[in-house]
């Protein structure tokens, strides 16, 4: 009698287990869907807690990943953190700060993509307020080897520019995380 009592007890020990385990699993588990980049042949993992809009700019597909908390940046009116891919859309002289004062905080950060490292500096933007050098953001950018488009005025086929901002650097773990998604 006290073997089929064990052998119960083991049972619902067991069962228990696996259930608690599936329960686990179930609310741990994040659903990822890959999205297309707009005009550029590649597909991203999209995180269900990023909104993802697409548009053109100099006739440059782009498309934007915004955080779905993101915050605004106080000076630049920057949704912080956000991926952009495509073109440069801060300034038409594609500089990466256009109004800001910047200064490399790190270099020799690397993401990896499609097989490819990119090497890419970390910068700290800042804005004068009343005299004071006040932080912004933080940012980087660099451009996709290997992908090209010819795009309609001009005179060479262009690659697309990923540039990413955010506020905190905590955030950019997961940015580089959801760049090195990047497939074709």
């Known amino acids: 009698m006290s073997y089929k009592i064990t052998l119960i007890f083991i049972a619902i020990i067991l069962g228990?287990?696996?259930?608690?385990?599936?329960?686990?699993?179930?609310a741990t588990k994040t659903s990822f869907t890959f999205i297309d980049i707009d005009g550029w042949g590649l597909k991203i993992q999209n995180n269900p807690n990023w909104q993802v809009s697409s548009s053109v700019y100099e006739d440059i597909p782009n498309t934007k990943l915004i955080k779905k908390d993101a915050i605004k940046a106080?000076?630049?009116n920057r949704n912080l953190p956000e991926i952009n891919i495509g073109t440069s859309t801060y300034s038409t002289s594609t500089a990466i700060c256009s109004n800001e004062i910047c200064e490399t905080l790190s270099k020799n950060e690397k993401v990896t993509i499609l097989g490819k490292i990119y090497e890419f500096e970390i910068i700290e933007a800042s804005v004068m307020d009343q005299d004071t050098k006040t932080f912004d953001f933080y940012t980087f950018q660099f451009q996709l080897d290997g992908?090209?488009?010819?795009?309609k005025g001009y005179s060479e086929p262009i690659s697309p520019t990923i540039t990413a901002s955010f506020s905190d650097m905590s955030e950019l773990p997961k940015i580089k995380r959801i760049l090195e998604s990047i497939s074709k």
Not at 16 to 26: D, E, H, M, P
Request: glycine share 0%; proline share 0%; no cysteine.
């Open 16 to 26: 228990l287990s696996l259930v608690s385990t599936l329960l686990f699993y179930k």
């Open 147 to 151: 992908i090209e488009k010819q795009i």
């Open 74 to 76: 106080k000076f630049s």
